[in-house]
Structure formats: structure tokens, C-alpha cells
């Protein structure tokens, strides 16, 4: 289980995106979309409100990002400006680490028209 993370003072940078919308979800790692789409369904929870990692290297850095496990297909995607955390210490492993970091969350999703 997971909070979200945003600034309160500066408002919906996600253009309603999920992050926006919850103040808390499961986050999935370790699993495939349709693992966690189906550990959803079978405990009776809403996939469309929570979250799953997206692991990404770059420069040799661990810049992984959550996104909603349910997502519009056909959209440009990017940040929207808030995070994911837990105070558990059971959470992601990031370069090889646990962490208590907050994760981003690449929540907002774009029509290019």
C-alpha cells in the first residue's frame, strides 16, 4: 500500500490523472501488468486505482517510475508532479536497495492533436 504524494498549493498538474484523484493504492513491481491486473480481480480491488513500477535506466541510474496499472491506450505520456511512498520497509528495491524514496509518477496523459 502506497500514498500519494503532491502539492497541495499548486494544484491538478496531472490533468486528472489517477495520482489526482486517490490519496493512497497498491503498487505492483516484481510482476507482470496482467499478474497484477489479475491479483485485482481475484481479491476483489479496483485496478483502475492503483499503481505498477516501470523500470527504467538511464545514464546507469535507476529512474524508475510508477504508472497507473490501467491506462489509456493511444496517449503521449509523461510526469505529472506527484509521487508515490510508504513508510514500509518492504518497499521497491531501487539499484539494489531498499528505499523509502518517494517514486514519480507518470500520470498525465496527452493528445498530441
Same mark, same amino acid.
Given at each position: 500500500m502506497v500514498s500519494v504524494y503532491r502539492d497541495a498549493c499548486i494544484?491538478?498538474?496531472?490533468?486528472?490523472?489517477?495520482?489526482?484523484?486517490i490519496d493512497s493504492g497498491l503498487f505492483f513491481w516484481n510482476c507482470t501488468r496482467q499478474e497484477a491486473v489479475n !491479483?485485482?480481480?481475484e481479491h476483489?480491488?479496483?485496478?483502475?486505482?492503483?499503481?505498477?513500477? &516501470? =523500470?527504467r535506466e538511464l545514464w546507469g541510474e535507476d529512474h524508475s517510475f510508477a504508472e497507473p496499472l490501467c491506462k489509456p491506450a493511444? =496517449? $503521449?505520456q509523461c510526469f505529472g508532479g506527484?509521487?508515490? !511512498?510508504?513508510?514500509?520497509g518492504n518497499f !521497491? =528495491?531501487?539499484g539494489g536497495m531498499k528505499t523509502n524514496s518517494p517514486i514519480p &509518477? $507518470?500520470?498525465?496523459?496527452?493528445?498530441?492533436?
Amino acid at each position: 500500500m502506497v500514498s500519494v504524494y503532491r502539492d497541495a498549493c499548486i494544484g491538478d498538474c496531472t490533468g486528472g490523472g489517477l495520482s489526482s484523484r486517490i490519496d493512497s493504492g497498491l503498487f505492483f513491481w516484481n510482476c507482470t501488468r496482467q499478474e497484477a491486473v489479475n !491479483y485485482c480481480t481475484e481479491h476483489n480491488i479496483d485496478p483502475t486505482t492503483q499503481f505498477i513500477l &516501470v =523500470k527504467r535506466e538511464l545514464w546507469g541510474e535507476d529512474h524508475s517510475f510508477a504508472e497507473p496499472l490501467c491506462k489509456p491506450a493511444q =496517449k $503521449h505520456q509523461c510526469f505529472g508532479g506527484n509521487f508515490i !511512498y510508504t513508510s514500509n520497509g518492504n518497499f !521497491y =528495491k531501487m539499484g539494489g536497495m531498499k528505499t523509502n524514496s518517494p517514486i514519480p &509518477v $507518470h500520470d498525465r496523459f496527452e493528445d498530441w492533436n
